[in-house]
C-alpha cells in the first residue's frame, strides 16, 4: 500500500498570506494526485489532479506542482473562503489511498 | 443541478445492518463508476467501496470485505451500501462520490454527496 502523509497536520495564516502544502507518497505515483478541499460540515470538493489541473471552477489563486513524491498545494493569497481542510489523495494504485489532511487556521 | 443526495445513517448498536443510499440527478448515471468514501471522526478519507458502470463489478477494502455490499440501480440513478455486521471502527461520516478514471486508471472524485452519519455504539 502507498502511505500518503501530509504535512503539517495545521497551520495558522492570515489573510492574503501565500500558503503552501506538502503531500507526499511512499512509493513514486508520478503526477496521478488529486487535491481536495473540505470546509467544516461539508463534503470534500475536488481541486486538483493530475497533480497541476485545476478542477472546474477553482480559482486561478490555487496551484498544484510535483511529480514522484512530492507534491504541493500553493494558494497565492489565502482569501476568507480558503480556510478548511485539505485533502491529497493518490491514486496511482488500484486503491488510491489520501493523506490525513492539512487544517488551514485563522491566524 | 447535478448533484448525489445521501440518506440512511443512524445509530446503531454493535453487529446490526443498515442501508446507505445515494439518489443522483443532473448527468448520466450510467457512464460513472460510483464510489463510498468514508471519514471517521476527526480523522482523514478512507475509501470503502466501488461498483462499476453497469454493477457487474465491485471492490472493497479489505476492512469492509464480506459485511459491505456495493450495488446500483441504474433505473433510478442510485447506488447503496448494505452494512452488516457493523463494528464501532466503521462509525464515520459516508460520502456517496462519483468516480473519474483517467486514461492510466485509478480513480479520483469529483463529485461528492453531503454525507451520512454511522454511529455504531452499544
Not at chain 1, 503539517?8 to 512509493?27: D, F, I, K, N, Y
Not at chain 1, 473562503?81 to 489511498?97: I, K, M, P, R
Not at chain 2, 471517521?40 to 465491485?58: H, Q
Request: glycine share 10%.
Amino acid at each position: 500500500e502507498i502511505v500518503t502523509t501530509q504535512i503539517p497536520v495545521a497551520l495558522s495564516v492570515s489573510p492574503g498570506e501565500r500558503v503552501t502544502l506538502s503531500c507526499r507518497t511512499s512509493q513514486d505515483v508520478s503526477d496521478r494526485l488529486a487535491w481536495y478541499q473540505q470546509k467544516p460540515g461539508q463534503a470534500p470538493r475536488l481541486l486538483m489532479y493530475s497533480a497541476s489541473t485545476r478542477a472546474t471552477g477553482v480559482p486561478v489563486r490555487f496551484s498544484g506542482s510535483g511529480s514522484g513524491t512530492e507534491f504541493t498545494l500553493t494558494i497565492s493569497s489565502l482569501q476568507s473562503e480558503d480556510f478548511a481542510v485539505y485533502h491529497c489523495q493518490q491514486y496511482n494504485n488500484w486503491l488510491g489511498t489520501f493523506g490525513q489532511g492539512t487544517k488551514v487556521e485563522i491566524k | 443541478q447535478v448533484s448525489l443526495v445521501d440518506s440512511g445513517g443512524g445509530v446503531v448498536q454493535p453487529a446490526a445492518s443498515l442501508r446507505l443510499s445515494c439518489a443522483a440527478s443532473g448527468f448520466d448515471f450510467t457512464n460513472y463508476p460510483m464510489h463510498w468514501v468514508r471519514q471517521a471522526p476527526g480523522k482523514g478519507l478512507e475509501w470503502v467501496a466501488l461498483i462499476s458502470y453497469d454493477g457487474t463489478n465491485t471492490f472493497y477494502t479489505d476492512s469492509v470485505k464480506g459485511r459491505f455490499t456495493i450495488s446500483r440501480d441504474n433505473s433510478k440513478n442510485m447506488v447503496f451500501l448494505q452494512m452488516n455486521s457493523l463494528k464501532g471502527v466503521d462509525t464515520a461520516v459516508y460520502y456517496c462520490a462519483r468516480g473519474i478514471v483517467p486514461e492510466r486508471g485509478g480513480f479520483y472524485f469529483d463529485l461528492w454527496g453531503q454525507g451520512t452519519l454511522v454511529s455504531v455504539s452499544s
